[in-house]
């Protein structure tokens, strides 16, 4: 199993910042990518962005220029740091991530955190 533990969430003014992180452990063999979705109140989740092992990035449109997403392969983490924050950005952060694991015979895996809230106030 792979667990995912995701922290750096809260409530901030329009315009502030927050960095979040997301750390995964377990019985891992390797990590394809690592990504972050959120998800509002009555809305769907969403991709927010995602980075491959080998550094590629994908941003959703609404994020390009504002979010920033690194990893740490080496931790198995994975970053996002929001800046320009707007109210609309408020939703539960969800940190994903694929690969494979150590047994049985390096099966994919796909997981995800528990979640943390962010809360962008006018």
């Known amino acids: 199993q792979v667990q995912l533990v995701e922290s750096g969430g809260g409530l901030v003014q329009a315009g502030g910042s927050l960095r979040l992180s997301c750390a995964a452990s377990g019985s891992i063999f390797s990590v394809r990518a690592m990504g972050w979705y959120r998800q509002a109140p009555g809305k769907q989740r969403d991709l927010v962005a995602v980075?491959?092992?080998?550094?590629?990035?994908q941003y959703a449109d609404f994020v390009k220029g504002r979010f920033t997403i690194s990893r740490d392969n080496a931790k198995s983490s994975v970053y996002l740091q929001m800046n320009a924050l707007k109210p609309e950005d408020t939703a539960v952060y969800y940190c994903n991530a694929e690969g494979m694991v150590v047994s049985p015979d390096h099966a994919d895996f796909t997981s995800w955190g528990q979640g943390t809230q962010v809360t962008v106030s006018s």
């Open positions: 980075i491959t092992v080998d550094g590629r990035t």
